[in-house]
């Protein structure tokens, strides 16, 4: 019996030894595969981009995955405690495998086999580590095995802390969002240190099955699971009783995060922000790379500028009369659901879709749209209003700008699905009709000092059309493109006294066509100042100016300016013939505004990278002795401003005031009205009234626009930057400086004021009552006898039109600026 026990026991040792041998080999060569751990060390997870409002306010995320990386000190140990109790107790006590948890769960296994159930896992914290950085997904043994041996190698490498910190930034937890920060954000708004028992309870019951426990899908699993959470918090110790049970009586609470633009009207800009950042950084750095982007944006200033804009375009298409229709429904049926599914203007709040249920000739009945929620309901229960007769008068007209109608019945039908706008506030049952406007426009309005643009409207509405106007639309700026050419006469011997013929002129171009520039309306005639040719944009007296001067010298400036890259030195140009933006119109008439300075327009204020280390900072400007550590009765620090100066500023300040005339009592006389406040600006018009432009500034701000079809057609009879874009410079400009201090426009020390005769340009005689100040540098000043720049009539060809078939083609297309 003793030798035959020996040999069992023998037989024993050689089977152990044998199956010890198999598994040694197995694990080794499992574990030679393995990936290497020590990645860990340096994990930088995708990271989702904020960008933020120069106020701070949160404007737009940019990621694949939304997730914002915390460091584990920062995360409240309730939170913890949550995710503990959930996904490992013993975290803190075992070495990477819960040999405990892996026996319960083996046995609760064998007793649910055959039963159809999902096999009940064991993973610790770090075995989830393990396999989502390290690992697969695959439900194999040679996957779970190296689950084990990789957790114990980063047990060893690793603190608890690290690896618990790796766990709640990594893990997916539904809706997009990665990571505990963001989840807090996406599911409660709330930061982590804001969150209750409650909320950390149902995020830490997340990471199991984010569908499983969707608070809107499957409301009542959600809030069991949470519930679950929170009893084993209570039976942890991490929870008193009174505090679990408190926070089993609250709801989920899910609120939901929108994640588009933050804040009202930033699509337009944001999405600029957006250009910007792939240009310098690409596209992982904006969707991974976790940037914090301060930007120039005022939120309170884009709300004027994109209210100012919308009512200039509003009130110019309603003018052109009734489009029609958005579309038709059927109206004997419930309305309600088909009406609920018509896209709307999520951006222009204002406004409602509604469609007309009766029509008289007095009034329209209409039903509103009702939310997704609301679709559901019985038809005597849906919302519904009333346009009067009166607030859709501007309807009777067809689009084509003739009276077609004179009641209510001949503009509308039941079933017409349109725009309508409450007259007074949110709860008015009175409405009046609207409809989307065809035409379109960009406005921009900057700092002049700094070039930080502060607010940017792309057109009407970024739900409609993302194409930027202001920053992608390529547009003739026509005659709010003069102050160049002046600005580079006034810095070549030319003063705004400088009289110049305004008698018609044509010009043999180099096939031998003739181009006979005209003023607006055929006007003009005689000779005058170069102060009135631009208050009064002359084309004839701008076109014999340039000719004069050199459009070599004018291309120069333009470019100088950044208004063009290379721009062909041709006549046709001085009338803003070439193709620019707004941004850059804008940026270049900032340069005017501040003085002569060059600026470089930005709508960054600084990037942080994930670290919070500067990688970009627009302001270049450097301030001496600002960091000093203690104050040792020294002088005050000043910011030296090494930028280069691109402009005299004494030009800076002639053109200034001679585009304060245009104002006064120019083409703009009327238009803009600021009170004692002092403002200057420029009208613009292109050939068959296709744009309308209007620049000016006031010391501390800059603001310009243009309007016009997308496909450029004429905006009829009138449609000129004087009677459209002024009006909307001044309802932008009256809201946007309302509460800054009230500036002068700085005259340059040296300057001298001189009264001259407004007509001659001569020294004014005494009590003379054509007499006006005028600006001149040093050694300049008013004419001893009356000379008249561009007397002859007719000027030969230019040579750059002999040899440039574009510059001929760009003087046949029309002379650019009109009024």
């Known amino acids: ?95 990477g495998v819960d040999l405990t948890g892996l026996g319960r769960a083996i046995l609760v296994n064998l007793q649910n086999f055959g039963s159809g159930r999902r096999p009940v896992g064991a993973s610790t914290i770090t075995q989830q580590v393990a396999k989502n950085f390290l690992l697969t997904s695959d439900q194999t043994i040679d996957r779970k095995i190296k689950e084990a041996i990789l957790s114990f190698r980063i047990e060893q490498a690793y603190s608890k802390d690290k690896i618990l910190e790796l766990y709640l930034n990594e893990i997916f937890f539904g809706l997009n969002s990665y990571g505990i920060a963001s989840a807090a954000l996406t599911y409660f708004n709330k930061s982590v240190t804001e969150l209750t028992v409650a909320e950390a309870a149902y995020l830490a019951s997340l990471p199991k099955g984010p569908a499983n426990y969707h608070p809107f899908r499957h409301p009542e699993a959600a809030l069991e699971r949470r519930n679950w959470v929170v009893d084993r918090m209570v039976e942890n110790g991490y929870v008193s009783q009174a505090d679990g049970a408190e926070a089993k009586q609250q709801p989920l609470g899910v609120t939901g995060r929108n994640s588009g633009p933050s804040l009202f009207a930033s699509g337009y800009f944001a999405e600029a922000v957006r250009r910007q950042l792939i240009d310098q950084y690409g596209e992982k750095a904006l969707y991974e790379g976790g940037l914090s982007v301060r930007t120039s944006f005022d939120p309170q200033m884009q709300v004027f500028a994109r209210k100012a804009l919308q009512d200039g375009l509003i009130t110019y298409d309603e003018r052109r009369g009734f489009h029609g229709p958005l579309k038709q429904i059927d109206t004997t049926a419930d309305w309600g659901k088909t009406l609920a599914d018509i896209p709307a ?13 009766a029509v008289a000739d007095d009034s329209v009945d209409i039903g509103l749209q009702p939310d997704k929620d609301g679709a559901g309901k019985v038809p005597a229960e849906r919302e519904r209003g009333v346009i009067a007769a009166k607030n859709m008068q501007w309807a009777y007209r067809s689009s084509a700008g003739r009276k077609t109608a004179k009641s209510p019945q001949g503009v509308l039908a039941p079933g017409d699905v349109v725009y309508v706008e409450p007259l007074d506030g949110e709860n008015s049952t009175s409405y009046r009709l609207r409809q989307p406007p065809k035409v379109e426009g960009g406005l921009v309005a900057m700092d002049p000092k700094t070039g930080r643009v502060l607010a940017m409207v ?14 992608q639309a390529m547009r003739q700026p026509g005659s709010s493109f003069k102050p160049f050419v002046y600005a580079a006469a006034m810095d070549n011997g030319y003063t705004p006294a400088s009289v110049v013929s305004d008698d018609p002129l044509q010009i043999q171009t180099g096939n031998g066509q003739v181009w006979a520039p005209d003023n607006y309306e055929g006007e003009g005639g005689g000779a005058n100042t170069l102060r009135f040719a631009i208050e009064h944009s002359r084309n004839r007296m701008t076109v014999r100016l340039a000719n004069d001067l050199g459009m070599n010298v004018v291309a120069e400036y333009a470019e100088r300016f950044g208004i063009y890259d290379h721009m062909m030195p041709v006549l046709a140009m001085s009338l803003g013939s070439g193709e620019t933006t707004v941004l850059r119109m804008v940026s270049a008439y900032s340069v005017i505004a501040n003085g002569g300075k060059q600026i470089k327009p930005t709508l960054i204020d600084r990037i942080q990278d994930r670290y919070g280390k500067t990688i970009f900072k627009h302001e270049e400007r450097v301030c001496e002795g600002c960091n000093a550590s203690d104050w040792q009765n020294q002088e005050e620090p000043n910011v030296v401003d090494n930028r280069e100066t691109v402009l005299d500023p004494m030009t800076s300040y002639q053109i200034t005031s001679m585009l304060q005339g245009v104002v006064q009592r120019g083409t703009a006389a009327g238009k803009v009205l600021l009170g004692d406040r002092d403002v200057a600006g420029k009208t613009g018009t292109t050939n068959d009234e296709k744009d309308a432009w209007f620049v000016g500034f006031t010391p501390d701000l800059v603001a310009g626009l243009y309007i016009g079809f997308d496909s450029p057609s004429t905006l009829g009879r009138g449609g000129t930057g004087g009677s459209l874009s002024a009006p909307v410079f001044n309802e932008f400009m009256q809201a946007a400086v309302k509460d800054m201090p009230a500036s002068k426009f700085v005259i340059p020390a040296g300057m001298n004021l001189i009264p001259i005769d407004r007509k001659t340009g001569m020294a004014a005689a005494q009590g003379d009552p054509s007499t006006i100040i005028e600006a001149f540098k040093p050694g300049t000043g008013p004419a001893d006898s009356f000379s008249v720049i561009g007397m002859d009539n007719t000027m030969a060809p230019e040579e750059i039109l002999k040899t440039s078939p574009q510059a001929n083609q760009a003087v046949q297309s029309g002379s650019g600026g009109l009024y």
């Open 1 to 95: 019996m003793i030798r035959l026990l020996g040999y069992f026991f023998g037989v024993a040792c050689v089977l152990f030894l044998g199956v010890a041998a198999v598994v040694a080999v197995y694990l080794s060569n499992v574990a030679k595969d393995l990936p290497d751990y020590a990645v860990l060390s340096s994990y930088a997870p995708p990271v989702t981009t904020r960008v933020h409002a120069g106020n701070g306010a949160l404007m737009a995320e940019y990621a694949k995955e939304r997730r914002l990386f915390l460091p584990i000190q920062a995360i409240p140990d309730r939170v913890k405690a949550a995710f503990l109790s959930a996904e490992d107790k013993n975290f803190y006590n075992h070495p």
């Open 345 to 357: 203007l999520t951006d222009v709040p204002e406004w409602r879709l509604a469609v007309v249920l």
């Open 458 to 471: 792309g057109g009407f509405s970024y739900a409609q059309s993302e194409f930027n106007r202001a920053t």
